[in-house]
């Protein structure tokens, strides 16, 4: 599930870094740390092959068959690994595959939006056991701080026997959620009722259990290195269409936040050069579902069919379609900027809306890139994300579960002085 060992959450995100375990040496270790450390390599393994037997982690891993049989007798008397049914018909002993017990850990992610909340209860496999969503048009601290608190308690209710199994929740947010509120017809006081808040802090407060906070953009850039494209892809720009575009920046399968957070922060990319009167509109103006729901709502439609499969009926089609050419346009300039300075195997566009929706919107930046001069640069290849509306939650899902079960050499390095 984890793609790789490496560090897979931006700066922005609060969570333990790991790095390459070629870098890794057993000097200056203790031998507690080595084995929690060898612990979780053996648990990547399992996840990033959904099963495998002894003696193939043994020459994955680079341990002795000792110590994998060790390793795997803890895990399983730890709950965290399950024996499979044994493959005969080979040549000695039957094989018997090990594989992650779904239940041997759950974590909770929280998606704050500016249109809808979501809460996913997910499994150590990363599958989703129970969702619960809340819509509104814009979230007022006074009603969404009572819900988080409601939903964490019967999602954690939910587990009976196995709650103590749950490590942690991870809270993805928009960077600025009272941000543009201009755009957002929002008030000065409400914008800034969001600035003022720590929502981490506020959500820290309702349980005991630790909470991992990443940009929304960022967490779900997570969810499609972990579990979409990213299995695939070692460099990609990430490009999530919500109620405000925003992006994530994968470089040699880690996700980069750079010094400021401003990687992959394509909301803010100005559409076209600044004049000496005129400041260029940012992509935000663009390629947001916020502009079809303008759209919608001219028209007496509810705003709220961007995000589902009434933005392709009849009645709501020509909207969609003026919004989609507009929209394609701007990311297709998004894209070719984009290739100019990374040089990256994809461009993955993914989003919170109907997935027809964005088929029709990756053909038509694909044919509004084919008006873009590519001279002097490599075509990037524009592909659509796996992961979908569940990313924003999912990714924020796996942080707790990366910082508790991905190898991290922290666990048995000393400082050195």
């Not at 979230?139 to 999602?155: M, Y």
């Not at 259990?209 to 960022?218: C, G, M, N, Q, Y």
């Not at 990609?236 to 925003?246: A, I, K, M, N, S």
Request: contains cysteine; hydrophobic residues 45%; proline residues 5%.
């Amino acid at each position: 599930m984890f793609h790789g060992i490496g560090p897979l959450l931006a700066p922005d995100a609060k969570s333990t870094a790991a790095e390459p375990i070629a870098l890794l040496r057993p000097r200056g270790s203790n031998q507690v740390g080595m084995r929690q450390f060898n612990e979780r390599v053996v648990l990547q393994a399992i996840r990033l092959n959904a099963s495998l037997p002894k003696a193939e982690l043994a020459r994955l891993t680079g341990l002795t068959a000792q110590t994998i049989g060790l390793i795997t007798a803890r895990l399983e008397d730890d709950g965290l690994i399950l024996k499979q049914s044994a493959v005969r018909g080979r040549i000695g002993q039957p094989s018997v595959p090990l594989a992650l017990n779904p239940d041997g850990a759950f974590s909770i992610g929280i998606k704050i939006g500016r249109r809808g909340a979501e809460w996913l209860l997910v499994d150590f496999t990363g599958q989703v056991r129970q969702r619960q969503r809340m819509d509104y048009l814009f979230p007022s601290t006074d009603a969404l701080l009572p819900a988080i608190a409601h939903h964490l308690e019967e999602l954690h209710d939910s587990l009976g026997p196995l709650k103590n199994r749950l490590v942690g929740i991870g809270l993805a947010v928009p960077f600025q959620i009272g941000g543009w509120h201009r755009l957002l017809g929002l008030s000065p006081a409400q914008s800034e009722a969001w600035q003022q808040i720590d929502l981490r802090a506020q959500v820290q407060a309702m349980t005991e259990l630790p909470v991992t906070f990443a940009k929304d953009t960022s967490a779900a850039c997570v969810a499609e290195l972990v579990a979409g494209r990213g299995r695939d892809l070692k460099n990609f720009l990430y490009l999530f269409v919500d109620t405000f575009v925003g992006g994530g920046l994968v470089i040699n399968s880690q996700l980069h936040g750079g010094v400021h957070g401003n990687s992959g922060a394509i909301a803010s990319l100005p559409i076209g050069l600044a004049q000496s009167q005129q400041m260029p509109e940012q992509l935000v103006s663009y390629a947001s579902l916020w502009q079809l729901e303008q759209r919608f709502s001219a028209r007496g439609l509810d705003p709220l069919a961007a995000y589902d499969d009434r933005a392709l009926q009849a009645d709501h089609a020509p909207d969609t379609r003026a919004w989609v050419e507009r929209a394609a346009n701007a990311l297709a300039h998004t894209v070719v900027s984009g290739t100019a300075f990374l040089d990256i195997d994809a461009v993955v566009i993914d989003g919170s809306f109907n997935r027809v929706l964005l088929a029709q919107l990756i053909t038509a930046t694909q044919h509004a890139l084919k008006r873009y001069n590519w001279e002097g640069l490599w075509r990037a290849n524009l592909i659509a994300g796996e992961v979908g509306p569940d990313a924003r939650a999912l990714g924020g899902a796996l942080m707790p579960l990366h910082a508790h079960f991905a190898p991290d050499r922290d666990l048995f390095l000393k400082t050195c002085v």
